[in-house]
């Protein structure tokens, strides 16, 4: 099938009928697009390549330029590292400024969580010159596309932040739960505490406490039977630790650090935890 034109920066092409196997996948174009055969060269569709390579893509009209980003998404909030931005794109339309990027979480429980962000985008004096609000109901560790809206020009901004602003309808702070579900300790490390035969705290200097007196260790049984903990929404591990402690009880062992990071889950402080580490910091000579 041929389409005859008559204007001198028009082309005569066919339509080439083709299938596309792309980096082993197969890849169908949908209705709107088309591949076209133009003096034995095969024209297709710069978005649908580009997308089905996973990059993002954009035309600025005003510029005639087709934009193309793949890359690592390195952009992140400080203050909570398991969620990435990148690979974006600003373009004018009209009195505001079309944002697209690529978003992902890491270091989150859930498989796909709801999460509210911002980019703030700056010009190279340091102000403030746009903010875009993003958003997902359902993100997880796959890469997702979104795009968002700027008010006024910011496609000549210099750098940019990211703002998490709330995951699984909850607010983020440095120490936000995933829930309100208060756990026992007990049942995290699946121990009662209460045949406890020895304990062995190693101390960050590296230091070895060995407890065999029996007033004390009811007294860490004690304290260890109060502690409740609520799951850290931001599953990242903690870097550095003040202590563990490996319980004995007969052949079992169960270890407890003070990181909180029990059993492959990290979870947050309390007033329970604090009055614990203080008594087992006290122990050291």
């Not at 389409?3 to 092409?13: F, K, L, P, Y």
């Not at 297709?44 to 893509?57: C, H, K, M, N, Y």
């Not at 026992?184 to 121990?191: F, G």
């Not at 609520?230 to 169960?254: F, N, P, R, S």
């Given at each position: 099938?041929?389409?005859?034109?008559?204007?001198?920066?028009?082309?005569?092409?066919?339509?080439?009928?083709?299938?596309?196997?792309?980096?082993?996948?197969?890849?169908?174009?949908d209705?709107?697009?088309?591949?076209?055969?133009?003096?034995?060269?095969?024209?297709?569709?710069?978005?649908?390549?580009?997308?089905?390579?996973?990059?993002?893509?954009?035309?600025?009209?005003?510029?005639?330029?087709v934009?193309?980003?793949?890359?690592?998404?390195?952009?992140?909030?400080?203050?909570?590292?398991?969620?990435?931005?990148?690979?974006l794109?600003?373009?004018?339309?009209?009195?505001?400024?079309?944002?697209?990027?690529?978003?992902k979480?890491?270091?989150?429980?859930?498989?796909?969580?709801?999460?509210?962000?911002?980019?703030?985008?700056?010009?190279?004096?340091?102000?403030?010159?746009?903010?875009?609000?993003?958003?997902?109901?359902?993100?997880?560790?796959?890469?997702?596309?979104?795009?968002?809206?700027?008010?006024?020009?910011?496609?000549?901004?210099?750098?940019?932040?990211?703002?998490i602003?709330?995951?699984?309808?909850?607010?983020?702070?440095?120490?936000?739960?995933?829930?309100?579900?208060?756990?026992?300790?007990?049942?995290?490390?699946?121990?009662?505490?209460?045949?406890?035969a020895?304990?062995?705290?190693?101390?960050?200097?590296?230091?070895?406490?060995?407890?065999?007196?029996?007033?004390?260790?009811?007294?860490?049984?004690?304290?260890?039977?109060?502690?409740?903990?609520?799951?850290?929404?931001?599953?990242?591990?903690?870097?550095?630790?003040?202590?563990?402690?490996?319980?004995?009880?007969?052949?079992?062992?169960?270890?407890?650090?003070?990181?909180?990071?029990?059993?492959?889950?990290?979870?947050?402080?309390?007033?329970?935890?604090?009055?614990?580490?203080?008594?087992?910091?006290?122990?050291?000579?």
């Amino acid at each position: 099938m041929a389409a005859a034109v008559s204007a001198s920066d028009s082309i005569r092409a066919t339509i080439f009928p083709v299938n596309f196997d792309i980096n082993g996948q197969t890849r169908q174009l949908d209705g709107e697009y088309s591949v076209l055969n133009y003096n034995g060269h095969i024209y297709t569709p710069v978005r649908f390549i580009a997308e089905s390579l996973g990059a993002v893509i954009d035309y600025d009209a005003d510029k005639k330029q087709v934009w193309i980003k793949q890359g690592d998404l390195a952009l992140y909030d400080r203050n909570f590292s398991g969620f990435y931005v990148g690979n974006l794109i600003a373009v004018k339309e009209g009195t505001r400024t079309k944002v697209t990027g690529q978003m992902k979480v890491q270091t989150l429980l859930e498989e796909e969580n709801a999460v509210e962000a911002s980019l703030t985008f700056y010009n190279n004096k340091s102000e403030v010159i746009g903010i875009a609000g993003i958003s997902s109901p359902s993100l997880g560790r796959n890469v997702q596309t979104f795009e968002s809206y700027a008010d006024g020009d910011i496609t000549g901004y210099t750098t940019v932040t990211l703002n998490i602003n709330a995951i699984n309808g909850r607010v983020i702070g440095e120490n936000t739960s995933l829930n309100d579900t208060k756990i026992p300790l007990t049942q995290i490390l699946n121990n009662d505490f209460n045949h406890i035969a020895r304990i062995e705290i190693r101390y960050m200097d590296r230091s070895l406490l060995e407890i065999k007196d029996s007033d004390v260790i009811d007294d860490i049984a004690a304290r260890l039977k109060s502690v409740e903990l609520l799951t850290a929404l931001h599953q990242d591990k903690t870097a550095g630790w003040m202590y563990y402690m490996d319980i004995y009880t007969g052949e079992e062992k169960v270890r407890y650090i003070n990181t909180l990071q029990l059993n492959g889950r990290r979870y947050l402080h309390s007033s329970a935890t604090d009055s614990l580490d203080a008594f087992i910091l006290s122990l050291q000579k």
